[in-house]
């Protein structure tokens, strides 16, 4: 069964620190990545994907992610974070030759201190 | 044009009792799609329904759920004889083609 695992459950950073919040998944077929974001009283919206191409992806907001097919893995980066990115990042997969469904991870919450 | 709407957003029943949540998804959006995130944990895939092709209800944790959608219109989730462990937060997502998911505010549903 696809699965995905957020390694950090919750981040606390300074402004202007980096960032990088770890995101690997378990399936043996081709996937679409995506990385959604929950700011607090908003509703989930989608920061990033990865369908095909170049592995570098970027996304709103200075963010960008980069999927490694060798190592399962689709980490979410910012050079430098601010107060504003404060909200809950989720992870998530999809079967390339299913519905669509999305199986996420257990989401990453990012706390930025100003 | 619109987001996905639901309703309502809050819910808070009793154990036992039946509940129907609703969503409305983004007008041409065919694919529509239930998830269920509890508390500290991620969104579970519930049901999915693609036009008028059969739903696919893998995701439904019991059969006291249940899901209908009428064409490419609203939704319903329903929860018959609730259980505490049913508490959680409800989303719906619509997509169009092989585009985007776009969620819903969600219904939190509390059962005492």
């Known amino acids: 069964a696809q699965s995905v695992s957020q390694h950090n459950h919750h981040v606390i950073l300074s402004e202007a620190a980096s960032l990088e919040l770890g995101c690997n998944y378990s399936?043996?077929?081709?996937?679409?990545l995506f990385w959604y974001v929950q700011y607090p009283g908003q509703h989930l919206q989608l920061l990033l994907k990865?369908?095909?191409?170049?592995?570098l992806v970027k996304g709103i907001k200075g963010f960008e992610a980069e999927f490694i097919k060798s190592k399962f893995s689709f980490n979410l980066r910012k050079p430098s974070v601010q107060w504003s990115d404060t909200a809950e990042y989720f992870c998530?997969?999809?079967?390339?030759?299913?519905?669509?469904?999305?199986?996420f991870g257990q989401g990453t919450t990012l706390q930025v201190k100003p | 044009g619109a987001g996905v709407s639901q309703s309502p957003s809050n819910k808070v029943t009793e154990k036992g009792k039946d509940v129907e949540l609703r969503c409305d998804p983004i007008s041409g959006h065919t694919a529509l799609y239930w998830y269920r995130q509890r508390l500290g944990q991620g969104l579970e895939f519930l049901i999915y329904f693609q036009g008028n092709s059969a739903p696919d209800k893998s995701g439904l944790p019991s059969d006291r759920f249940s899901a209908e959608r009428t064409g490419e219109s609203v939704s319903t989730l329903t929860i018959q004889r609730t259980q505490q462990e049913d508490s959680a937060v409800y989303l719906c997502?619509?997509?169009?083609?092989?585009?985007?998911?776009?969620f819903g505010p969600g219904t939190r549903l509390t059962v005492l």
């Open positions: 399936y043996g077929g081709t996937v679409n």
């Open positions: 990865y369908f095909s191409g170049d592995p």
């Open positions: 998530a997969v999809s079967s390339s030759s299913n519905t669509g469904k999305l199986i």
């Open positions: 997502a619509s997509r169009k083609g092989g585009d985007t998911q776009y």
